[in-house]
């Protein structure tokens, strides 16, 4: 069985301060790690995926996460948030065999301060 | 990059009618495709996985005779909502599978279902 926990329901941040969102994983097998953001009323865009390759993982718009197995997390991550970065983000697990189910954390919602 | 499109965006509807939504591969060709509800401020729940020329594989709790989905292409797959009601009312979202397992999924931009 898979599951994620979001650890934070809210993260706010100031302007060009780092982001830090926290997610923590369960799986049987080797699973792939995916975060999404979904901006109000709008579907899912991925910003980054692991997959079993480079444990650090570069994606769009300056996100990077990075995968630990031993602390079984995949923490995202953001030198200097902007303000278009408001959203709202999802943590998501595969396991790599057979299983293509996706399983979704609860969600954070980012919010940039002025 | 491959884009799903889902249609419409937002539905209003009064009790007991049906409402289809559409999700279409534009680029590529979706063997799997897969459709999620979303209740406000919650995260996406699995409905279905739905398979081109096959029966969708439903998740435990979702009604199969409620939520019908058809997949009768490698680009379409739709969601009826049969005779609605207001609890239906919710943010449907599809998604397909973009390449090999867990490679990665494209997702539509959601259908917002409210019934009256």
């Known amino acids: 069985a898979q599951s994620v926990t979001q650890l934070d329901s809210h993260v706010s941040v100031s302007e060009g301060t780092p982001v830090l969102l926290r997610c923590n994983y369960s799986?049987?097998?080797?699973?792939?790690l995916f975060w999404y953001v979904q901006h109000p009323n709008k579907g899912l865009q991925l910003l980054l995926k692991?997959?079993?390759?480079?444990?650090l993982v570069k994606g769009i718009n300056g996100f990077e996460a990075e995968f630990k197995k031993s602390e079984t997390s995949f923490h995202l991550t953001k030198p200097s948030a902007h303000m278009s970065d408001a959203a709202e983000y999802f943590c998501?697990?595969?396991?790599?065999?057979?299983?293509?189910?996706?399983?979704f954390g609860t969600g954070t919602r980012l919010t940039i301060i002025p | 990059g491959a884009v799903v499109s889902q249609h419409p965006s937002r539905v209003i509807c009064k009790s007991g009618t049906s409402v289809k939504i559409e999700c279409r591969s534009l680029?590529?060709?979706?063997?799997?495709m897969f459709w999620y509800r979303q209740f406000p401020k919650q995260s996406l729940m699995l409905m279905a996985t739905?398979?081109?020329?096959?029966?969708?594989?439903?998740e435990q709790g979702v009604e199969k005779d409620k939520f019908l989905i058809n997949h009768a292409s490698l680009t379409l797959s739709t969601l009826t909502v049969t005779s609605a009601h207001p609890e239906d009312s919710s943010f449907y979202i599809c998604?397909?599978?973009?390449?090999?397992?867990?490679?990665?999924?494209?997702f539509g931009s959601g259908t917002r279902l409210t019934v009256v």
């Open positions: 692991y997959t079993s390759a480079a444990t």
């Open positions: 998604s397909a599978r973009t390449g090999p397992a867990n490679y990665g999924y494209t």
């Open positions: 799986s049987s097998y080797s699973p792939s």
């Open positions: 998501v697990v595969s396991e790599s065999f057979g299983n293509e189910k996706l399983t």
């Open positions: 680029d590529f060709q979706a063997t799997t």
């Open positions: 739905s398979n081109e020329g096959s029966k969708a594989t439903y």
